[in-house]
């Protein structure tokens, strides 16, 4: 069988002395003191990093969230349909991306499209980054601007009014 306690009768005579007792409370009101001024450290942090990320999000909503268009109904419904947008915002894109602006093919993919169409591309293209790492994302409306001068941009113009 195993003795538990303090079996030393040196440490037993001064830990039964008042000043032996005092340390001893004082080592508790210590360990306690620090137990709570951890706690409210953690609790202080918890609670600035919930707030700086309920405003991160918010930041990066306003500022730099993309915002899809609804589809007019005033207009005639999107004459093509959404995986036929899809790939003509994949097609718009790879046409910019890189060197050259790629005008014709943009141009060819948006022959024929109606009002609705081209929302629904623009829906599709959302936000994308340019080959320079340190642009910013940009809708297709502004690659299209970033991307063409103003005469080729009148062009789009006649093929898609209301939108440049």
Same mark, same amino acid.
């Not at 009768?9 to 004082?26: H, V």
């Not at 450290?41 to 969230?65: D, E, M, S």
């Not at 141009?107 to 994308?128: A, P, S, T």
């Given at each position: 069988?195993?003795? +538990?306690? /303090?079996?030393?009768?040196? @440490?037993m005579? @001064?830990?039964?002395?008042?000043?032996? +007792?005092?340390?001893?409370?004082n080592? %508790?009101?210590?360990?306690? *003191?620090?137990v709570?001024?951890?706690?409210?450290?953690?609790?202080?942090?918890?609670?600035?990093?919930?707030? %700086?990320?309920?405003?991160?999000?918010?930041?990066?909503?306003?500022?730099?969230g993309f915002?899809?268009?609804?589809?007019?109904?005033?207009?005639?419904?999107?004459?093509?349909?959404?995986?036929?947008?899809?790939n003509?915002?994949?097609?718009?894109?790879?046409?910019m991306?890189?060197?050259?602006?790629?005008?014709?093919?943009?141009?060819?993919?948006l022959?024929?499209?109606?009002?609705?169409?081209?929302i629904?591309?623009?829906? !599709?293209?959302?936000?994308?980054?340019?080959? *320079?790492? /340190?642009s910013?994302?940009?809708?297709?409306?502004?690659?299209?601007?970033? +991307?063409f001068?103003?005469? !080729? /941009?009148?062009? /789009?113009?006649?093929l898609?009014?209301?939108?440049?």
């Amino acid at each position: 069988m195993k003795k +538990q306690g /303090l079996h030393n009768p040196a @440490i037993m005579a @001064i830990a039964s002395s008042p000043q032996g +007792q005092k340390a001893i409370a004082n080592t %508790l009101d210590n360990a306690n *003191n620090t137990v709570n001024a951890t706690a409210s450290i953690v609790k202080g942090v918890l609670k600035t990093g919930f707030f %700086l990320g309920v405003g991160y999000f918010v930041y990066k909503k306003i500022f730099n969230g993309f915002s899809s268009l609804s589809e007019d109904r005033r207009e005639k419904p999107s004459n093509i349909s959404s995986g036929m947008a899809k790939n003509k915002a994949e097609a718009i894109f790879n046409a910019m991306y890189g060197f050259g602006n790629g005008f014709k093919s943009v141009k060819q993919n948006l022959m024929g499209v109606n009002h609705n169409g081209f929302i629904r591309i623009y829906n !599709e293209f959302g936000q994308r980054k340019g080959v *320079n790492p /340190l642009s910013k994302k940009m809708t297709m409306i502004e690659w299209f601007s970033d +991307q063409f001068n103003p005469s !080729e /941009l009148m062009e /789009l113009r006649f093929l898609i009014p209301h939108f440049f």
